[in-house]
């Protein structure tokens, strides 16, 4: 089917008699554009072909199409240098806490330490056999001491706060990625997500542990300060363990997309910040200026 050239839409070209030879679409319907009459504008003297399919002007002389690849290349690098600013505020919070657990960890070494010497040295002297029971030297006056001193040492509360503090930050950490990725979802299903892990580790644990001596159940009614701050009990520690992470994964994936929108304010100036624009629309915000 042959197709004919149309005429000048209007006065504002004027025909040059040529036709555009070589490969070449339509930007607007992607028709081959050979043989397409060559137009000239009036004011401007720019040569544009004519589609002749869709009527469409094509400039000769076009920009380089790598130009919006451009912007979409600088709308990723801000968005990798969001995130490892977030990636680094994590890692940062983490080694701060493995800085306090480990002030606090070497004098709790030097405290068991000195407790286990006490206790094998009085084993020695009431009986000559290794083995002798440990419990007799729990009821002289100097392991009656000891035992009060472990008891009423403020170590053990720093360790179990430090124990929770760092469970409950790995599992806020973890819950902040996962309510990035989860962004355009409310604030329930972000939480359901961001524990979806410690749910699964739950499960596990109580499909597997015996539930004559470590079922969570079997130790409810004997959870009492004194199996907490010694950590006698093992299901009292992972009841524990599993209450920092549940509550850390909540607070991490309700506060994952104000702190990524907190640094994305703090590290953008108001002109860049449209590179990253999604963080705001994605939950029906408009972009600060």
């Avoid at 701060?96 to 330490?113: C, D, Q, R």
């Avoid at 000891?146 to 973890?174: E, N, P, R, W």
Wanted: net charge negative.
């Amino acid at each position: 089917m042959t197709t004919h050239a149309p005429q000048t839409i209007d006065d504002s070209s004027e025909k040059t008699g040529r036709t555009l030879d070589g490969h070449r679409l339509c930007a607007t319907c992607l028709h081959p554009m050979a043989g397409s009459p060559i137009e000239r504008h009036r004011s401007s003297n720019i040569l544009f072909a004519r589609c002749t399919e869709c009527g469409a002007p094509s400039p000769l002389i076009e920009y380089p199409t790598l130009t919006p690849w451009v912007t979409q290349l600088h709308g990723l690098a801000a968005c990798a240098v969001l995130l490892l600013t977030l990636l680094a505020f994590i890692v940062q919070t983490l080694l701060a806490w493995g800085a306090m657990a480990l002030a606090v960890y070497v004098p709790e070494n030097e405290v068991f330490s000195r407790v286990l010497l006490e206790m094998n040295q009085a084993s020695k002297a009431i009986a000559p056999n290794p083995l002798a029971e440990p419990a007799a030297w729990l009821l002289t006056p100097d392991g009656q001491a000891a035992l009060t001193s472990s008891t009423d040492s403020s170590v053990y509360f720093a360790v179990l706060t430090l124990a929770g503090s760092g469970a409950f930050l790995i599992a806020m950490c973890s819950g902040m990625l996962a309510g990035v990725v989860c962004l355009r979802l409310r604030a329930l299903p972000r939480m359901l997500i961001a524990n979806l892990a410690h749910l699964v580790l739950a499960a596990m644990w109580c499909a597997i542990c015996d539930l004559d001596r470590e079922a969570p159940w079997s130790t409810v009614d004997s959870l009492d300060w004194s199996d907490i701050v010694q950590s006698n009990d093992s299901a009292t520690r992972w009841i524990l363990a599993f209450a920092a992470l549940l509550l850390g994964g909540v607070v991490g994936g309700l506060l994952g997309p104000l702190v990524l929108r907190t640094l994305a304010k703090t590290v953008f100036p108001p002109r860049e910040r449209e590179l990253v624009s999604w963080i705001w629309t994605f939950g029906g915000m408009k972009v600060p200026k």
